[in-house]
């Protein structure tokens, strides 16, 4: 056992260039700055009123737990739709995986086919 209490990975992380360019554009701005940021992937307008709506009405619904790792079933269900619909893809439901943003996305894809020492182009 290690006589460090964090991992070694640890010591090869660093904050994130993502945070670090919002914090830029975010301190620009304070300074009268006209700024447009492409670090975070938010919009620049505020969430419609209909999906705010929709989310107070979940909470009120009762869908305040975990949902399924993959997704909440009616989601992918509208995903496969969707891409059918607009994209003439068909996808069943076992071949969509639902994530909060892309950087989850990349680390499960990377967890799921990459080893250690394994090289990636």
Same mark, same amino acid.
Do not use: W
């Given at each position: 056992? @290690?006589?460090?209490? +964090?991992?070694?990975? $640890?010591? *090869?992380? /660093?904050? /994130?260039?993502?945070?670090?360019?919002?914090?830029?554009?975010?301190? $620009?701005?304070?300074?009268?700055? %006209?700024?447009? @940021?492409? @670090? +975070?992937?938010?919009?620049?307008?505020? =969430?419609?009123?209909?999906?705010?709506?929709?989310?107070?009405?979940? &909470? %009120?619904?009762?869908?305040?737990?975990? =949902?399924?790792?993959? #997704?909440?079933?009616? &989601?992918?269900?509208?995903?496969? =739709?969707? &891409?059918?619909?607009? *994209? #003439?893809?068909?996808?069943?439901?076992?071949?969509?995986?639902? @994530? *909060? #943003?892309?950087?989850?996305?990349?680390? *499960?894809?990377? $967890?799921? $086919? &990459?080893?250690?020492? %394994?090289?990636?182009?």
């Amino acid at each position: 056992m @290690s006589k460090h209490l +964090l991992s070694g990975r $640890l010591q *090869n992380m /660093s904050e /994130s260039a993502t945070i670090k360019m919002a914090q830029k554009a975010r301190d $620009l701005k304070a300074q009268g700055i %006209d700024v447009i @940021s492409l @670090s +975070l992937g938010e919009p620049d307008f505020d =969430t419609p009123q209909h999906i705010k709506d929709a989310a107070k009405q979940a &909470l %009120d619904d009762g869908y305040t737990k975990y =949902t399924p790792v993959p #997704g909440l079933m009616e &989601l992918r269900e509208a995903i496969c =739709t969707k &891409l059918k619909r607009d *994209n #003439g893809l068909e996808y069943s439901t076992s071949e969509i995986c639902v @994530s *909060n #943003g892309a950087k989850q996305c990349i680390a *499960n894809i990377c $967890l799921s $086919l &990459l080893d250690e020492g %394994d090289e990636v182009i």
